[in-house]
């Protein structure tokens, strides 16, 4: 069975808390929900006043992921490792990294990354991070501080 609904895409909370989404058909603006009312992650339908119907999520993150395949170098500061990285998404409070090496890194190291943007500057980023999870290949970080690039890479994530 054909499912009646566009697929659906995510809305960050807005500077109040809410959460706000445009309708896919019209381009209508409508807060839908407070956050404190309903949990992130959750998904629901929505209706504009256009009648259109679509699928919506809410997301607890205050800032959009961007995916990226870009290759870079990291160093655990704590245990003294190096290596070659594919940064898989990027945001401007994480980072999102696969390497085949990812046992040897603990949710609290401290990681050292650099890496150079798309584009045609190829600018270089250098950041300070914190190992926050690990799923399998894949280790997500908390930037601590953008050391190399922090003007260029805000400007990168822009929409």
Known sequence: MEH???????SYPDPEG????????????????????MPPGRRLM????CGHEFEASLEARQ??????QL????????????GPMIIENLS?????????MAEHFNV??????SFELHGSNKTRIGAKVAVRQKHGEVVGCEILKIIEGAAEYG?????
């Open 18 to 37: 809410g959460f706000s989404m445009a309708c896919p058909s019209c381009g209508h603006r409508n807060k839908l929900v407070s956050q404190g009312s």
């Open 155 to 159: 400007l990168y994530l822009l929409p």
């Open 71 to 82: 290759v870079g170098r990291y160093t655990n500061m704590t245990s003294g490792r190096s």
């Open 46 to 49: 929505a209706r504009c006043k």
């Open 63 to 68: 800032h959009n992921r961007e995916k990226v």
């Open 92 to 100: 401007m409070e994480g980072i999102g990294f696969r390497d085949t």
């Open 4 to 10: 009646p609904f566009e697929p659906s895409f995510k």
């Open 108 to 113: 609290g190291d401290l990681v050292v990354v």
